[in-house]
């Protein structure tokens, strides 16, 4: 079943980049063991690309599932890492594989320390884009938006998002709100085509003529700025709704206000100034400030990794060796790394948005999964092939932890399983994309009833 030179590397999160690891790293002979915490592969290629783009999801889907056929893959789905979880770093450690790879996204949520934040109506975006995505867990937790949705943040994200609030909540009002400028927004115009039949033109215009000054200060003119925002607005999807979209630039939210019931009621912003900062602009507050009136707030402004997973951690990233070794590529470095003793830990890789947080699109995060392949590939050619222990001895320790924890782990089988009965309930997905389980527990019921 192995080649030779075959070592056994255990893959944690089935995300983009944790399988473009798993795929390389299987081409290349070895055996890769793939843990993942949801009970299917895919990560946000599963729970948080937008539903409606099912040409993309289809796509990674149909890949991802020739990849889990491969002899020398073995999945384990509804495994999660972590400390309190089914299995801890130093267990994972303990198994005698060659070398860990954590491929497991950008699982924590950053905050923008903004006070009264836990009021109700405050959301943070990875929760909303898995409750839409039906994520179990969030698919069947109710989501209460509000009729003026400010999302705070002008990425790809809040596009998304806006998007899920005019076309399915079809709320009143979404407002994008953006701490610098019109010049600085981060979306790709192409997928403003989803929102941009309810812009609110006539606003738009006027939150420009609010900051006209402000950005003639660093040399933009509101006018030409203007025009190039709203020429984006082509191929609009037809609209389904009444909502009006529009823009609030230059504002810092300082404080979350609430009414009686501890709803939202507004938030109170500072105004900002742009600053030349070398090639770019930086936002200046100018300690004046003014309530800007919306029942509910999301905050689409990154995400962060999960330090309770139990690698070395700082400022919302895993720390990764600062010293080049020669199996890095010219600009990254993919080791994990440990600052209280200087070392690396040997043998513990990352990639994708757990190396770079909230980095990119899926090909991005396929490439970073492939060039980590090539590294830990580098670093292996230095171990004796089987140095370690066997597939068979890895894969033995691995049931062993997992039934002593009570864990309920899913293999390629019980997958599908739970495809064939997905494929009889294709129809009766409800009108954002396709059918999804409520639950892990459900998934697991008729995966066992699948298998009797
Ligand atoms: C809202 C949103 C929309 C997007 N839309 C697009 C788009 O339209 N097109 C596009 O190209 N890109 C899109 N992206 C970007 C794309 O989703 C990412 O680039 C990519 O998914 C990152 O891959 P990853 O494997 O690093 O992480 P993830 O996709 O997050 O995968 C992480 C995996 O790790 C597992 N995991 C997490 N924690 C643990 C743990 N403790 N133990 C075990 N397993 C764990 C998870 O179950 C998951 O399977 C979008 C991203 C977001 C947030």
């Known amino acids: 079943m192995s080649a030779t030179n075959s070592h056994v590397i255990i893959v944690v999160g089935a995300g983009p980049a944790g399988m473009a690891v798993a795929s390389s790293l299987a081409k290349a002979g070895h055996e890769v063991i793939i843990l993942n915490r949801d009970i299917k592969f895919g990560g946000l290629a599963e729970y948080g690309i937008f539903p409606a783009k099912l040409k993309l999801r289809g796509g990674l889907k149909k890949q991802y599932w020739d990849m889990l056929e491969q002899p020398n893959i073995h999945y384990f789905g509804n495994v999660t890492i972590g400390n309190g979880k089914d299995l801890t770093v130093e267990d994972l450690r303990g198994f005698g594989a060659d070398a860990i790879v954590f491929s497991t996204g950008a699982q924590g949520t950053k905050s923008i320390g903004v006070e009264g934040d836990s009021a109700q109506g405050v959301f943070h975006a990875k929760d909303v884009v898995f409750h839409f995505n039906r994520l179990p867990g969030y698919g069947d937790r109710p989501f209460e938006m509000g009729k003026h949705v400010g999302i705070i943040g002008v990425g790809d994200v809040m596009v998304d998002i806006a998007r899920w609030l005019i076309r399915y909540k079809k709320v009143e009002r979404v407002t994008a709100i953006a701490r610098r400028g019109p010049v600085e927004r981060k979306y790709n115009p192409k997928e403003i085509r ?39 607005f082509t191929k609009c999807e037809p609209p389904v709704s009444d909502t009006k979209m529009g823009f609030r630039f230059l504002a810092s939210p300082k404080r979350i206000l609430v009414d009686a019931h501890n709803r939202v009621r507004a938030l109170e912003m500072e105004e900002n100034k742009l600053e030349p900062k070398g090639d770019d602009t930086a936002a200046v507050g100018l300690k004046q400030y003014y309530e800007f009136a919306c029942d509910s707030i999301v905050f689409a402004v990154g995400d962060k990794v999960d330090e309770t997973l139990g690698l070395p951690y700082k400022n919302g990233v895993f720390v990764t060796n600062p010293n080049k070794t020669a199996n890095d590529p010219d600009d990254a470095s993919f080791q994990a790394y440990d600052e209280t003793t200087g070392k690396i830990v040997d043998g513990v890789f990352l990639a994708g948005w757990a190396r770079k947080a909230s980095e990119g699109l899926v090909g991005i995060a396929k490439r970073d999964g492939d060039w980590c392949a090539e590294v830990v590939n580098r670093y292996l050619a230095t171990t004796a092939a089987g140095s370690r222990s066997g597939a068979k001895i890895v894969l033995d320790k691995l049931a062993i932890a997992l039934k002593s924890r009570k864990s309920h782990p899913v293999d390629v089988k019980g997958l599908h399983v739970l495809e064939s009965i997905e494929k009889q309930h294709q129809g009766e997905a409800d009108c954002i994309g396709e059918f999804k389980y409520a639950s892990n527990q459900e998934m697991i019921e008729l995966i066992e009833k699948g298998k009797a």
């Open 194 to 232: 989803s929102v941009c039949s309810n812009m609110d033109l006539e606003r738009i215009t006027s939150e420009f003529a609010r900051v006209k000054d402000r950005l003639a200060a660093v040399g933009q003119k509101a006018d030409d700025v203007l025009k190039g925002l709203t020429d984006e």
